[in-house]
């Protein structure tokens, strides 16, 4: 089977090209090619010696998931799913702005973790995604809304860390929040970020790249040693007694162990803060009770908090909080002192917005994913 160049990073890019009896600086060729110029087509790589290219004609191939399809918004927040194989899929979302394009890349098929608000818990836990295929996504995404003849998505004029050069593209920040925990799937993870990071390839910051996760505390000390971008905690609740019921990883790693957990990681982050994402369920967490009890909670913690109003699904058991909640709550945490958005609602209608991000392509109720719960739970 052809080696899919897209599972690389620079360092294994250079170790098997080795193996071919390759020098280093042909896989720096050939790593800007694919990641840079977006070329599949290794006759199209014309720096590249004719020798090579026919080489890798026979032996590689450079293959991103395939589209299944694709939707815009009215909003212009774009959707992909791609088929990754076996009547599964997963989504990506495009979310441009003003000053910025950011991605949103899944890193699982499905998710084991049931937070109980989440249509993708719902779908239950398939498999891993392969560094191709989270790569995958922002390959699509980067090329396709670059070269896109009417792109409404703004291009970002983005400095180039090494050279200083500038270049334009539309996508300029990757959130690690789409299908799945990114931190149970740590080490394919951790290379897809690092061909993010890789000036050869897309040249993001550290700033620029944020991984979301519910809570696995040692993958989280893991990713801070390894590959500290910015981090996005997924809190949702203000005590362990109501976290246990809508985020069970809780009963793994109660909310004191990830406490120490965020402030350890602050030590490697490229922020000075960690985020909490708050997904606000009417009647459920969504009380000033919960605000002041939040406000306890991350007294030692350097944190900013993105309040979510719930997005409804079918069957969900959840609502949408109203307006008068949420502005209280916000009002409660700024008056402590603390950094609050409130996330405005994207892509809703092409089912894109936060907590939607479930492909209809196959029925996972049946729930696929003893295996997780034995590493997660």
């Known amino acids: 089977m052809p080696q899919n160049l897209l599972d690389f990073d620079l360092e294994g890019l250079t170790a098997w090209f080795a193996e071919l009896g390759e020098k280093p600086f042909r896989a720096r060729q050939v790593f800007h090619w694919v990641h840079q110029a977006g070329v599949a087509d290794f006759a199209q790589m014309t720096d590249i010696a004719k020798s090579l290219r026919e080489k890798l004609q026979q032996q590689a191939v450079v293959a991103p998931p395939a589209i299944s399809y694709a939707h815009t918004s009215t909003d212009g927040t774009r959707k992909w799913l791609f088929d990754v194989g076996v009547a599964n899929g997963i989504e990506t979302v495009f979310i441009p702005e003003a000053d910025r394009g950011t991605l949103c890349v899944s890193s699982q098929v499905g998710c084991a973790l049931e937070c109980t608000f989440c249509s993708t818990g719902r779908q239950g836990f398939n498999r891993n995604l392969t560094v191709a295929e989270i790569i995958g996504q922002l390959w699509v995404a980067h090329h396709s809304l670059k070269t896109e003849p009417n792109r409404t998505a703004p291009n970002h004029s983005v400095p180039n860390r ?134 306890e909670l991350v007294r030692e913690v350097p944190c900013k908090f993105n309040l979510i109003p719930f997005n409804p699904f079918p069957d969900s058991g959840y609502e949408k909080p109203r307006a008068e909640a949420m502005r209280v709550f916000r009002e409660i945490l700024q008056d402590a002192g603390l950094v609050v958005t409130t996330r405005k609602t994207r892509g809703d209608d092409i089912d894109a917005a936060c907590g939607q991000l479930a492909g209809k392509v196959a029925d996972k109720s049946g729930r696929v994913m003893k295996r997780m719960h034995k590493e997660t739970a």
């Open 162 to 295: 090494t050279t200083g050069e500038i270049s334009d593209r539309p996508v300029t920040n990757v959130v690690m929040m789409g299908m799945g925990e990114p931190l149970a799937n740590l080490e394919n993870v951790v290379t897809a970020l690092g061909i993010m990071l890789d000036d050869h390839a897309y040249g993001l910051s550290r700033r620029r790249v944020t991984v979301s996760t519910s809570g696995l505390v040692p993958a989280m000390d893991r990713l801070a040693e390894r590959c500290p971008v910015a981090l996005a905690v997924s809190l949702h609740a203000p005590s362990d007694a109501l976290r246990d019921q809508i985020v069970p990883i809780n009963k793994k790693y109660p909310l004191r162990e990830l406490m120490a957990a965020c402030r350890r990681y602050l030590v490697h982050a490229p922020r000075d803060f960690i985020t909490f994402e708050y997904v606000m369920l009417a009647g459920v967490n969504d009380a000033p009770e919960h605000a002041r009890q939040l406000i």
